[in-house]
């Protein structure tokens, strides 16, 4: 008997479902910091560089689960990646060399590779175009919904139960992925647009010439730098400052509630003018917070301050960025495309969290990383500038919409 009506908002529940729970679930990554690296023993680099190489295989797998979606479809996709993020969840618990942290991290890479850029491309297709930006900036919320509510029950387990407790607690909070999966199955359509006659390659060529994707893909680099950085090493940069260590895991979960209303801002925002400037906006107020904060005294207000501002920019970028990825190229292969801007991303992240454990063993500080998160944002404000959102002549019956 079929109890529920197909319908593309089920789609969109499905995708924010998805999105909720990994994103959640991964920026409690932080959290395992101190706990794993005081097991084995090792300074902070090998858990940044374990988890950095846990980022660079989920960049490296985005493009490739991408245009798996854009080929078989979402919701068998999203199954493949939830079965491989819990499996990585519960090596993760089993930890005790160097060769399970590095290969728990590596799984859980690939498991959340393409999740995100999936959700976001099956949103957009369908959901007809005058609400796109909208919807968009909901699935992004939901993302930063589940780092304000998975974060705390992460950091909870961890300090009554162990990490080892946690990291099982985290692979069944992982499990509701895989009846998202059927959800989307059911209720998926591409009925909303008509597909242009190019191949995946002819498209991606095509993307490789084209400069705003190009200037757009590096700009997101840096994104990524800066969300990996802080959301690895922020708890252990406020332990170093003797600050308690619940304020670790309010700090990153203030930093999701205030991204549900950054992301359905600039959500918004982003359907009424330039997703480009508003991009160049966001990137050189990331780049003033930074330095307020590096020169701030460190204390419980200055934190809970700066972590409520960055915030409302975290991952506002990324609805913003998918959205001109579209309006660009349209959405035939929109999943494989931001796939490709996405591995930008995950570089950048590889970089930020591999590099502040290395500066920090090296100089005992991270100072250095955060003037570099000063200098990335102002850089990326400036790339976004010349950036050209008209609709690419090629692709552009796809934008017709079926009356």
Same mark, same amino acid.
């Given at each position: 008997?079929?109890?529920?009506?197909?319908?593309?908002?089920?789609?969109?529940?499905?995708?924010?479902?998805?999105?909720?729970?990994?994103?959640?679930?991964n920026?409690?990554?932080?959290?395992f910091l101190?706990?794993?690296?005081?097991?084995?023993?090792?300074?902070?680099?090998?858990?940044?560089?374990?988890?950095?190489?846990?980022?660079?295989?989920?960049?490296?797998?985005?493009?490739?689960?991408g245009?798996?979606?854009?080929?078989?479809g979402?919701?068998?996709t999203?199954?493949?990646?939830?079965?491989?993020?819990?499996?990585?969840?519960?090596?993760?618990? /089993?930890?005790? #060399?160097?060769?399970?942290?590095?290969? *728990?991290?590596? %799984?859980?890479? +690939?498991?959340? $590779? !393409?999740?995100l &850029?999936?959700?976001?491309?099956? /949103?957009?297709? #369908?959901?007809?175009?005058?609400?796109? *930006?909208?919807f %968009?900036?909901? +699935?992004?919320? $939901? !993302?930063?919904? &589940?780092?304000?509510?998975?974060?705390?029950i992460?950091?909870?387990?961890?300090?009554?139960?162990?990490?080892?407790?946690?990291?099982?607690?985290? $692979?069944?909070?992982?499990?509701?992925?895989?009846?998202?999966?059927?959800?989307?199955?059911?209720?998926?359509?591409?009925q909303?647009?008509?597909d242009?006659?190019?191949?995946?390659?002819?498209?991606?060529?095509?993307?490789?010439?084209?400069?705003?994707?190009?200037?757009?893909?590096?700009?997101?680099?840096?994104?990524?730098?800066?969300?990996t950085?802080?959301?690895?090493?922020?708890?252990?940069?406020?332990?170093?400052?003797?600050?308690?260590?619940?304020?670790?895991?309010?700090?990153?979960?203030?930093?999701?509630?205030?991204?549900?209303?950054?992301?359905?801002?600039?959500?918004?925002?982003?359907?009424k003018?330039?997703?480009?400037?508003?991009?160049?906006?966001?990137?050189?107020?990331?780049?003033?917070?930074?330095?307020?904060?590096?020169?701030?005294?460190?204390?419980?207000?200055?934190?809970l301050?700066?972590?409520?501002?960055?915030?409302?920019?975290?991952?506002?970028?990324?609805?913003?960025?998918?959205?001109?990825?579209?309006?660009?190229?349209?959405?035939?292969?929109?999943?494989?495309?931001?796939?490709?801007?996405?591995?930008?991303?995950?570089?950048?992240?590889?970089?930020?969290?591999?590099?502040?454990?290395?500066?920090?063993?090296?100089?005992?500080?991270?100072?250095?990383?955060?003037?570099?998160?000063?200098?990335?944002?102002?850089?990326?404000?400036?790339?976004?500038?010349?950036?050209?959102?008209?609709?690419?002549?090629?692709?552009?019956?796809?934008?017709?919409?079926?009356?």
């Open positions: 008997m079929n109890l529920l009506k197909k319908s593309p908002y089920y789609v969109v529940f499905g995708a924010a479902v998805t999105v909720f729970i990994t994103l959640g679930l920026h409690s990554n932080g959290l101190l706990p794993i690296t005081n097991e084995l023993n090792s300074g902070r680099e090998l858990f940044s560089l374990a988890g950095a190489f846990g980022i660079l295989f989920s960049g490296i797998g985005a493009p490739f689960f245009a798996l979606s854009d080929k078989y979402a919701g068998r999203i199954f493949i990646l939830g079965l491989l993020q819990i499996i990585s969840w519960i090596w993760v618990g /089993t930890i005790n #060399s160097e060769f399970d942290l590095f290969g *728990s991290r590596i %799984l859980m890479g +690939i498991g959340q $590779s !393409g999740v &850029g999936i959700a976001l491309s099956i /949103t957009g297709r #369908s959901i007809n175009s005058k609400n796109k *930006s909208v %968009l900036g909901v +699935i992004m919320a $939901s !993302g930063s919904f &589940g780092q304000f509510v998975m974060v705390p992460v950091n909870y387990f961890i300090n009554n139960f162990g990490w080892v407790y946690s990291s099982v607690v985290a $692979s069944i909070l992982i499990s509701p992925l895989l009846i998202m999966s059927i959800l989307i199955s059911k209720n998926s359509s591409n909303n647009f008509i242009n006659d190019q191949t995946i390659y002819e498209s991606l060529k095509n993307a490789i010439k084209n400069r705003s994707y190009k200037l757009l893909t590096a700009g997101f680099f840096v994104c990524g730098f800066h969300v950085f802080v959301s690895t090493h922020l708890p252990a940069f406020l332990s170093d400052n003797n600050l308690e260590a619940r304020l670790a895991g309010f700090a990153l979960a203030l930093i999701g509630l205030f991204n549900i209303f950054g992301t359905l801002s600039f959500g918004y925002l982003g359907s003018i330039s997703k480009k400037n508003l991009l160049s906006t966001l990137y050189s107020l990331r780049s003033l917070l930074f330095l307020s904060f590096i020169i701030a005294p460190k204390n419980e207000f200055t934190v301050v700066f972590s409520a501002t960055l915030g409302i920019l975290w991952l506002s970028t990324v609805p913003l960025t998918n959205g001109i990825i579209t309006d660009i190229f349209g959405h035939k292969y929109s999943s494989m495309l931001f796939g490709f801007t996405l591995m930008s991303h995950h570089i950048g992240s590889f970089l930020g969290s591999w590099l502040g454990g290395r500066i920090f063993d090296l100089y005992g500080s991270y100072s250095p990383v955060w003037w570099l998160c000063v200098i990335l944002g102002f850089t990326a404000a400036l790339i976004h500038f010349p950036i050209n959102t008209n609709v690419n002549l090629s692709n552009a019956n796809e934008y017709a919409i079926k009356t």
